[in-house]
């Protein structure tokens, strides 16, 4: 997002609407943790595939921290001025809760069945999403174990209601000294790992809730500058270049302590451009009804790839071998369909009904609903406070 800055003559272009671009890249995020379990699993046996896997989904693993940056820029988007606090969380519990009970109950039978042990303790805080708060092997990662970013998710939901009040009232210039010091504190990090045990240092840096919601607060404050019209960044094609130059160099040159923090700047990039040009009415490739379904379900997508993975390779006999020959590509293209229909059949009916069913009432959301739609202009006492006040908007909102 590119131009003068915001005055009492300009109008911010920040409309409480709704941003399908970045429903689509939700989907890329998926695909990405996709791909790289594909490599880490060894589905392919065959070298030659398996390095082109490898090439392309290296960096698969920051999928979830494009979830995680993304999550951040969504929620204070959407946040509703005025709503209490344990109605936000409540709208939370019933979008990520219902597909995490369900996949919970599913991988625990089915782990009863093969006789795989199971710690009692471990399921226990899996199944209450704490388990991302523990550093013991396989416990952090135990029953479903993707569900390990749910864990940090709640975390992050039980923290933006208490700072978001404090957020709103920042000047721009704090908003962007988060921007900036969220990827160079992740960077800094790995270092401060080696104070740990060898045992506990992946947890460290990659599951551990405190740590990840460094990315969490950086999409957040990237959206409050955004929703102020203070938000100065490149279009979404300048961003989708860095990005991918960002993507190729990091994963042949650069070392394995810095792809975080590079790879954070490059998707809040991509994710603020990708915001702005829905709310200009521009086109974009993420926000076609195709990639907007499949950003619908990807969190079911998410919830569903490993553990199908992991039984079908099991039960054919292929679990840590992988397949040789065209047989290992055409079980990669499987894999993709199967857990689409079944993360496609889990969206349509368990996480919506339940969405509904357990959210909140239509009363407390009608309450709430028109001060979200609110849209905010920076004018120069607001610029000096940091805080925005509502106008009307002069750009064309989203009509998706």
Known sequence: MTGAPTTAATPAPAVAGRLPSLTGLRWVAALLVFGFHVGTMRVVAEPDYQAVVDRL??????????????????????????????????????????????????????GLWSADPVSVWAA????????????????????????????????????LPFVLPVLRRLRPAA????????????????PGQRLLPEESRWWFTQVFPLVRSLEFWMG????????????????????????????AVAAQWIRAELWAGLLAVAYLLVITAAADADL????????????????????????VHVFVMVTVLR??????????????????????????VLAGALHRYVETPMMRRLGP???????????????AQVGPAAARTGQARPIEYAGRRDPA
């Open 280 to 303: 200009r009415g521009r086109r974009t490739p993420w926000r076609s009804r195709p990639m907007v379904w499949l950003g619908e379900v990807s969190f079911a997508f998410y919830l």
């Open 220 to 247: 957040v404050a990237a959206a409050e500058l955004m929703r102020r019209g203070r938000w100065r960044g490149p279009g979404l094609t300048a961003a989708s270049l860095l990005f991918v130059a960002t993507w």
């Open 361 to 375: 009432p239509r009363r407390a959301r009608a309450r709430t609903a028109p001060a979200a739609a609110v849209p």
């Open 175 to 190: 908003l962007w000294a988060v921007v900036v010091a969220a990827p160079l504190l992740i960077v800094a990090l790995w």
């Open 57 to 110: 989904f290296a960096l698969g693993l920051s999928g979830v921290e494009f979830f995680f940056i993304l999550s951040g820029f969504v929620l204070v988007w959407s946040y509703r001025d005025g709503e209490r606090r344990r109605t936000f969380l409540r709208r939370r519990l019933a979008k990520i809760y219902p597909n995490h009970l369900l996949m919970f109950g599913v991988v625990l039978l089915v």
């Open 124 to 159: 226990l805080g899996n199944l209450a999403l704490l388990q991302a708060w523990n550093p013991t092997p396989g416990y952090f990662y135990s029953v479903n174990t993707v569900s390990w970013s749910l864990s940090c998710e709640l975390f992050f939901y039980l923290c």
């Open 315 to 340: 039960l054919t006999g292929h679990w840590g071998v992988g397949l040789r020959g065209w047989w290992g590509p055409l079980a990669v293209l499987g894999f993709l369909l199967v857990n689409l």
